[in-house]
C-alpha cells in the first residue's frame, strides 16, 4: 500500500513539474531559423519513358527542404540528368515548366539521348533553396553552404561548385552564407550575381513628393525589405507621392529588383506607379497620374526584394 501511495504521489510530482516547460514551448513563423543548401537537393523523379521530361503525377515534382515545400523545377534551376550511363549524364536549364493536375516536369535540350535515368537538383539544392525562400519577410533568409553542400556541388557532372554560386540567381531577400571558411563568407546579391559582401538591413529614408502637396503627420517604419509610409496631405497635385532611397551600399547594391505598393489607409489612392532607379544607391519613387486628396491621411505598405 504504502509504495502504492509513494508511486502516485511521484506521478503527480512530475506532472506538476513538467507543466511549465510544455507552456513555454515557443512558436515561430518560419520552419527554421536558417536554412542548409542541401536540404533542397534531396529530390529526385526516375524516368517514366525515355527521353521525356513531363511526368504523370503532379505530386512528383514537388519536395520539402527544412518543412518548407517547394515546386522542384524552375527556369533558373539547372537541373541534373542522371544518366545510367555515367558518361551521358548532363546539366540542362529548363525553357518551360510544367504544373498541372495531372503532369509535371519541364521543358529541356539534352545533348544525349536518355533512356533510363533520374532528375535531379543541378545545383546541389543552391538554386532551390534560393527560389523557395524568396521573398519571405522584412529580414533576409540565410542559406547555409557547409562541407556537404560544397561536396556534392563538385560531383555535378560538367560544372564546379564555385561556379554553381557564381552563377546562382537571386534577390536581396536571400543572403547566403559559407561556413567552411573562417570567418564565414557572406554573399549579397548585387543585382546580378551573389558577390560577397555584407548586408545592413536598416531602412531606407522616405520622402514625400509633390504629390502630397505640404504633408505632415508623417511616419516611415520598416527595413531594408519592406515598411510602410503614412502621411496626411497638403494641397496635393499629380507628380511623385514619395520616394524611399537606400543610402548603403551593404544594401541594395542595385535598384531593388521587385518593389511592390499597396494603400493600406482608409482612404484610397488613384493608380500608383512604381519605378527603381540606381545612382550609388536605390531610389523608389511613387507617383500617380491623377491628384491625391487634399488634407487627407495615406498610408502604404511597400515591399522589395
Known amino acids: 500500500m504504502r ?19 510544455s507552456a513555454q514551448t515557443a512558436v515561430t513563423p518560419f520552419t527554421a531559423p536558417w536554412y542548409y543548401a542541401t536540404s533542397f537537393q534531396l529530390w529526385s523523379i526516375n524516368q517514366q519513358s525515355p527521353n521525356t521530361y513531363i511526368f504523370q503525377g503532379r505530386s512528383l515534382c514537388n519536395s520539402q527542404g527544412q518543412n518548407l515545400n517547394f515546386f522542384v523545377f524552375n527556369t533558373n534551376a539547372p537541373v541534373l540528368i542522371a544518366d545510367s550511363n555515367s558518361s551521358n549524364s548532363e546539366v540542362v536549364t529548363p525553357s518551360a515548366i510544367v504544373n498541372t ?10 545533348s544525349h539521348n536518355h533512356y533510363t535515368f533520374q532528375m535531379k537538383s543541378g545545383t546541389a539544392g543552391l538554386q532551390e533553396g ?4 524568396d ?4 529580414w533576409p533568409a540565410l542559406l547555409l553552404l557547409d562541407k556537404n553542400w560544397w561536396t556534392i556541388a563538385n560531383q555535378i ?7 554553381i554560386l557564381g ?6 531577400s536571400v543572403m547566403v552564407e559559407d561556413i567552411t571558411t573562417l570567418g564565414p563568407t557572406y554573399y549579397v546579391w548585387n543585382g546580378s550575381a551573389y558577390a560577397s559582401g555584407t548586408w545592413v538591413n536598416t531602412a531606407p529614408t522616405a520622402a514625400t513628393g509633390a504629390a502630397a502637396g505640404t504633408a ?7 527595413t531594408a525589405l519592406s515598411g510602410t509610409y503614412s502621411f496626411t496631405t497638403g494641397t496635393a497635385t499629380t507628380g511623385t507621392v514619395f520616394t524611399e532611397t537606400w543610402a548603403n551600399s551593404g544594401q541594395f547594391q542595385a535598384a531593388p529588383g521587385s518593389c511592390t505598393v499597396t494603400s493600406t489607409g482608409a482612404t484610397a489612392p488613384p493608380t500608383l506607379t512604381v519605378t527603381n532607379t540606381y545612382s550609388s544607391h536605390g531610389i523608389m519613387t511613387v507617383s500617380v497620374a491623377s491628384a491625391l486628396a487634399s488634407t487627407t491621411p495615406y498610408s502604404f505598405s511597400w515591399n522589395c526584394k
Open 216 to 222: 505632415t503627420s508623417k511616419v516611415a517604419t520598416g
Open 157 to 163: 557532372p560538367g560544372t564546379t561548385a564555385a561556379t
Open 101 to 110: 493536375a495531372g503532369s509535371c516536369g519541364a521543358t529541356v535540350a539534352p
Open 135 to 138: 521573398g519571405q519577410g522584412a
Open 130 to 133: 534560393i527560389n523557395a525562400l
Open 167 to 172: 552563377a546562382a540567381k537571386g534577390d536581396a
Open 3 to 21: 509504495k502504492a501511495l509513494f508511486s502516485i504521489v511521484a506521478l503527480i510530482l512530475a506532472a506538476i513539474c513538467a507543466a511549465p516547460v
